[in-house]
C-alpha cells in the first residue's frame, strides 16, 4: 500500500459523491477534451468511454490505496490497449489523472479534507508511475510497436 491510511478518506469522498449523485465524468471529460481537442476523435462512443475511464481511474486509485494486487496487470494492459490510439503522451496520462483527482475533488463537497486531498495526491502519483513503468516495460518488449509522435 503506497499511503497507510489512504483508504478510509478516499472511501469517504467516493460515498459522498455516489449519496450527492454526482456523475463527474461530465466536468471531467469536458475539461479534459477542453485541454486535448485532438483526443475527441478518439472516441467512436463518448458516453461508454467516458464511463469506463472515469471509473477505471477512480478503482484503480482506490485500489491503489488498499494495496489491491489486481492495479498492476490492469494499468499493464490499458496501457498496452491506448498504445492502439496513437501517441499518448505521458503528459495526457497524468492530466487526466489530475483532472480526475480534481473533479472529485468538487464533487465531494465537505468531505474533501487536506487529509483526502493528500491521500487521493499520492495515489495519483503512484498511478503515474505506474503508467510510466507499463509504457517502458511495453516500448522495451515491443519496439516496433512504439507510438510514433
Known amino acids: 500500500m503506497t499511503g497507510g491510511g489512504d483508504a ?4 469517504a469522498n467516493l460515498a459522498a459523491v455516489a449519496e450527492a449523485g454526482i456523475d463527474i465524468r461530465h466536468a471531467l471529460f469536458d475539461r479534459f477534451l477542453a485541454a486535448h481537442p485532438a483526443r475527441r476523435a478518439a472516441f467512436l462512443n463518448l458516453d461508454a468511454a467516458s464511463r469506463r475511464m472515469t471509473d477505471e481511474t477512480l478503482q484503480i ?4 490505496a488498499q494495496g489491491e494486487t489486481w492495479v498492476w496487470p490492469l494499468v499493464a494492459e490499458l496501457v498496452a490497449t491506448h498504445r492502439n490510439y496513437g ?15 480534481d473533479a472529485l475533488g468538487q464533487a465531494a463537497g465537505a468531505s474533501w479534507t487536506a487529509e483526502a486531498a493528500a491521500a487521493w495526491a499520492r495515489q495519483g502519483a503512484a498511478l503515474k508511475a505506474m ?19
Open 131 to 149: 503508467v510510466r513503468r507499463a509504457a517502458a516495460d511495453w516500448l522495451s518488449a515491443m519496439p516496433e510497436g512504439a507510438a510514433r509522435a
Open 8 to 11: 478510509a478518506p478516499m472511501e
Open 61 to 64: 486509485l482506490y485500489g491503489l
Open 87 to 101: 501517441a499518448l503522451p505521458i503528459a495526457e496520462y497524468d492530466a487526466f489523472i489530475d483532472m480526475t483527482i
